[in-house]
Nanobody
Framework: QVQLVESGGGLVQAGGSLRLSCAAS????????MGWFRQAPGKEREFVAAISWSGGLTNYADSVKGRFTVSRDNAKNTVYLQMNSLKPEDTAAYYC?????????????????WGQGTQVTVSS
């Protein structure tokens, strides 16, 4: 029932910035915890960042801490991932996901709904 649509990916040089957006429909967005994950070819999906239903709790992977910021606007049913100081190793397909239990979980198994993904490519 819940649809998630990511946008904002693209090609950027190392050191540049992108902002990803994830728009939700079909459910109660304000009650969901929202997470961002990424997957590069030949690698497992990895956690990037997450935010609780209220925005009061955020979690970040060590690899992006200090460079990425997750936020949400419940009035717009949208979660964001601001990515600064991008590195080639950030290149991946980025997915947003929703957890109806409202946490900011590191674990993909806690998320029930997933978007289609948006590609981020960082050139060196």
């Amino acid at each position: 029932q819940v649809q998630l649509v990511e946008s904002g990916g693209g090609l950027v040089q190392a050191g540049g910035s992108l902002r990803l957006s994830c728009a939700a429909s079909g459910g109660s967005f304000s009650s969901y915890g929202m997470g961002w994950f990424r997957q590069a070819p030949g690698k497992e999906r990895e956690f990037v960042a997450a935010i609780s239903w209220s925005g009061g709790l955020t979690n970040y992977a060590d690899s992006v801490k200090g460079r990425f910021t997750v936020s949400r606007d419940n009035a717009k049913n949208t979660v964001y991932l601001q990515m600064n100081s991008l590195k080639p190793e950030d290149t991946a397909a980025y997915y947003c996901a929703a957890d109806r239990f409202g946490s900011a979980s590191y674990y993909h198994v806690n998320y029930e709904y997933w978007g289609q993904g948006t590609q981020v490519t960082v050139s060196s």
